[in-house]
């Protein structure tokens, strides 16, 4: 697949809803390294950086993008996630000089793909990030401008709404937050290492966990790329089954130009690329299903 030829060559996203937070203060560089599993020092003003906020078992408490903004950080994450994010990193502000501010209410955040980002007199900023296996860009602007700024974009850029951003990131085998990203998983089973992960970077939480699993390779499941063998719709939250065996579930699915595609875990031994499987449902017949593939990045 060409960079953007499922969509066109200027597509653009809205992201208003995911919530926003602003990390500040005089500590906030060094809490703020001791909580993702990025090393922050790669994040700038214009370029935003991808991590997750992991339990003490290296479980997944969070999924996020951050940039640098004038002495502090601009954080986002799934619109799920505003009601536990901000508690959960307060949680460990002891003695440090660092406030957390929810901004969900005064920014909306635009995606684009394309070769070019559009003069926006109303954007506080462009930041050039990754978010769906394609190099993009954000641009924030403020919430009352959102209306005005989705209109500029639709003269040169073509609108993804949620639909057809859902399809697309399941084609591009990006897990979501709520789906193939909850607080059972550990980020290397979703494909996340290469993006989130820096393990030259200092310790964080649940950072022993994610050592200990580099050192061994072990991974009990894998985040998989799924196709329906005979084209026929995924049911979402399937289990999935090889020789009898139950080998682990479908987290998302969908329909696309390459047929009905899912996302799934699968565990160790059973999650080979072209490996076939079969779907479990009280409610659905079996259907064959073969791992298409293993990277989300």
């Keep these: 697949m060409t960079t953007h030829s499922r969509l066109g060559e200027r597509v653009f996203f809205d992201l208003s809803t995911r919530v926003k937070l602003r990390v500040s203060g005089a500590d906030y560089f060094r809490f703020l390294n001791g909580q993702l599993t ?9 370029t935003a950086i991808e991590a997750c906020v992991l339990n003490a078992k290296g479980k997944m408490d969070a999924h996020l993008f951050f940039h640098t903004s004038a002495e502090s950080f601009l954080v986002d994450a ?24 929810d901004l969900t209410a005064q920014f909306s955040i635009f995606h684009l793909l394309g070769d070019s980002v559009p003069k926006l007199s109303n954007a506080a900023c462009a930041v050039s990030v990754n978010r769906f296996g394609l190099d993009g860009h954000d641009i924030w602007i403020e919430a009352a401008k959102h209306d005005e700024t989705a ?24 897990p979501r937050w709520g789906r193939e990203l909850t607080g059972e998983i550990i980020p290397v089973e979703a494909n996340l290492e290469a993006r989130c992960i820096d393990y030259e ?52 699915a969908t329909r696309s ?24 449902s009280a409610e659905h017949a079996a259907i064959p299903v073969e791992i298409a593939g293993r990277s989300a990045t």
């Design 257 to 280: 130009r390459d047929g009905e595609i899912g996302l799934g875990y699968v565990k160790r031994g059973f999650n080979s690329v072209g490996s076939r499987l079969k779907t479990s």
């Design 78 to 101: 799934d619109p799920a996630l505003r009601s536990s994010l901000q508690a959960r990193l307060e949680r460990y502000i002891i003695a440090d000089d660092v406030t957390i501010e």
């Design 38 to 46: 990025n090393d922050i020092r790669k994040a700038s003003e214009t």
């Design 151 to 174: 209109h500029d974009l639709s003269k040169t850029f073509t609108f993804c709404d949620d639909n057809c951003a859902e399809t697309f990131r399941i084609e591009q085998g990006i």
């Design 201 to 252: 970077k200092g310790c964080y939480i649940g950072q022993e966990i994610i050592s200990r699993m580099k050192m061994s390779g072990q991974r009990n499941k894998q985040l998989c790329s799924l196709i329906s063998s005979d084209n026929v719709p995924l049911p979402g939250g399937a289990r999935l089954t090889a020789d009898g065996k139950d080998v682990g579930w479908i987290t998302s």
